[in-house]
């Protein structure tokens, strides 16, 4: 097994790790918190409330960290491409869950836990809910590419252009 492989392997393992932390949060965390808001914030309440922060903030670092390796490893082969259309879906998503999904799910809670629904404010995280699942699809395409690239050999394309091909009946 060769070194772009390894590198390969380890961005398609911390990819698909993250790919999986993240359908946990959307299909437990999210769609309880998003259910009845503000009441459903109970399970962010409290000493022993859910918090998901500090892997949020390790593991998308270290998958960034593993992509730009893989792509500097795979950079004269034919899995470039796919290497570098997964980082660009990897940034894209990172960039809406930054800029957008974060502040939002943040104004949110910010209002605190109510024992009462709010039906504004249960629009508004169902929303936040559906973009949070078009952010995931996205890791998904981009761990699916990656595994793509991963079954293609890693071989430098020949590009001798210096040579004409004749057939048996030329001199």
């Not at 961005?11 to 999986?20: D, E």
């Not at 879906?89 to 109510?114: C, H, N, Q, T």
Request: charged share 10%; proline share 5%; with cysteine.
């Amino acid at each position: 097994m060769n070194f772009p492989n390894l590198t390969l392997i380890a961005l398609v393992t911390s990819c698909l790790v993250q790919v999986g932390a993240q359908l946990f949060a959307l299909s437990v965390v999210a769609s309880t918190v998003s259910a009845a808001p503000p009441r459903s914030f109970a399970m962010l309440q409290g000493e022993y409330g859910y918090n998901s922060t500090a892997f949020w903030n390790t593991v998308p670092m270290i998958t960034f960290v593993f992509f730009i390796i893989a792509l500097v490893t795979n950079w004269k082969n034919q899995r470039r491409k796919l290497i570098f259309f997964a980082l660009t879906l990897f940034i894209i998503g990172g960039l809406v869950a930054g800029f957008f999904l974060e502040p939002v799910f943040a104004d949110m809670i910010k209002r605190g836990y109510s024992d009462q629904v709010d039906p504004i404010l249960q629009n508004q995280a169902k929303r936040w809910y559906i973009f949070d699942w078009m952010v995931w699809s996205l890791g998904l395409v981009a761990a699916l590419t990656l595994l793509v690239a991963l079954v293609q050999p890693a071989m430098v394309p020949i590009r001798n252009v210096n040579y004409d091909i004749k057939g048996p009946h030329t001199v």
